[in-house]
């Protein structure tokens, strides 16, 4: 497949055309991942989360109000040094506060303590390689939805825009550069994954069903990551949440984030004509 257009094409028809092909041929090679990856990962280890909608609810109020405050307080100290760099690594402090509550819920209410926020003992190595399986085989999918979201936004009357997110990274270069990719790779994704498959995905399988439980805990992600990346978000945390799911192992769906998030940002920042093809930030950065 080639990414360069054809000469006279109308460029979102063929994205469009490209994007439901991937999209179907994802769905279609579906089935034959998902059992490849229960014979490699064996059994369903779900648990039962001994915290409520009340406790989750206290988590969302602290990520949101720390994410606000730290944000606006960042801005006014940092002036135009608030940067891709600078916002990631607001970012990142934001969940602090969250994160620690959650690990004082998990410490207070289970007995077998962090272990339940998917820190149980063994197989780790294993849940990383059913991770990166099922992430090539994820890949259709998640191209194909990349695809079509820009057209989907302006169908419905809105205006496509790349992520900020994005465009900010794009902006940086030297060691702020790094630093913001150090904190998109390793470090958010890290904090994103406790608190919405860890912490929020187990409390919503066992009141809605594994479904309803992934597909809500999906789509809220997506939500969080605003509406210019959200169909291809939900895509890709449609996977991880399937892959906590199965394993119920928090580096598995980690190693799975950080390496998406490093690829989008080596295609954003090094590959031009995949840049463009795919409409500078559709992909998204999660």
């Known amino acids: 497949m080639t990414l ?49 909608f009340m406790n989750a609810l206290w988590v969302a109020l602290v990520l949101v109000g720390t994410s606000a405050s730290v944000n606006s307080v960042a801005q006014d100290v940092l002036g135009e040094r608030w940067d891709g760099m600078t916002q990631r690594l607001a970012g990142v402090l934001s969940f602090l506060p969250a ?15 962090l272990a339940c926020l998917g820190f ?60 913001a990719v150090v904190a998109a790779v390793a470090l958010q994704p890290f904090f994103e994954e406790l608190v919405f498959r860890a912490f929020l995905q187990p409390l919503l399988v066992q009141n809605l069903g594994d479904r309803g439980g992934v597909f809500l805990t999906s789509a809220l992600f997506a939500a969080a990551h605003g509406w210019n990346a959200f ?18 192992r928090l580096v598995g769906v980690w190693a799975v984030h950080a390496l998406h998030n490093a690829l989008v940002i ?18 998204g950065l999660p």
């Open 4 to 52: 360069a257009l054809q000469s006279g094409a109308d460029p979102a028809l063929e994205r469009l055309q490209l994007g439901v092909a991937l999209v179907l041929a994802g769905l279609a090679l579906a089935p034959l991942g998902v059992a490849t990856i229960r014979r490699l990962f064996d059994g369903r280890n779900v648990f039962f989360a001994r915290w409520g």
């Open 99 to 113: 994160s620690a509550l959650i690990a004082w819920y998990a410490l207070s209410k289970d007995p077998k303590g």
């Open 120 to 179: 149980w003992p063994g197989r780790k190595l294993q849940s990383v390689a059913v991770g990166l399986l099922g992430y090539v085989g994820w890949v259709p999918i998640l191209l194909g939805t990349a695809l079509l979201w820009p057209w989907v936004v302006d169908a419905l009357g809105g205006e496509y825009r790349p992520q900020e997110v994005a465009t900010s990274l794009l902006a940086l270069d030297g060691e702020r550069f790094w630093i």
């Open 231 to 248: 169909l291809p978000i939900f895509g890709f945390s449609l996977l991880l949440g399937m892959l906590m799911l199965r394993t119920q």
């Open 266 to 283: 080596y295609l954003l920042t090094s590959v031009p004509a995949a840049r463009d093809f795919l409409g500078f930030g559709t992909m």
